[in-house]
């Protein structure tokens, strides 16, 4: 069983930068996939980016140039580097864990652009 929790997120100005944190705990795989979801009001989940165990990265097209996922394997935890916020960017963020049979959903953390 894997627990995850995410932190970070808040109010910030369009323009403004946030970085959300998501930390692993229990039992956890040395290989697996982690990444960031967001889902806004009346919308589906979309993938925001994913990092492997051996950091390789992929982002969605929205958030190219914009926004960094890493990790510190050592504290099992990932990160995610808001830059350039724009208000489409205002969604419930998840943290996901991916080993090879199981996935794992952190419980959100709320990123809301406005002026």
């Known amino acids: 069983q894997v627990q995850l929790v995410e932190s970070g997120g808040g109010l910030v100005q369009p323009g403004g930068s946030l970085r959300l944190s998501c930390a692993a705990s229990?039992?956890?795989?040395?290989?697996?996939?982690m990444g960031w979801y967001r889902q806004a009001l009346g919308k589906e989940r979309e993938l925001v980016a994913t990092?492997?165990?051996?950091?390789?990265?992929m982002y969605a097209d929205s958030v190219k140039g914009r926004f960094t996922i890493s990790r510190d394997n050592a504290k099992n935890t990932i990160y995610l580097q808001m830059n350039s916020l724009k208000p489409e960017d205002t969604a419930v963020y998840y943290c996901?864990?991916?080993?090879?049979?199981?996935?794992?959903w952190g419980p959100g953390t709320q990123v809301t652009v406005s002026s």
């Open positions: 996901r864990y991916r080993e090879r049979n199981n996935v794992y």
């Open positions: 229990g039992k956890t795989f040395s290989i697996n996939i």
């Open positions: 990092i492997t165990s051996d950091r390789n990265t």
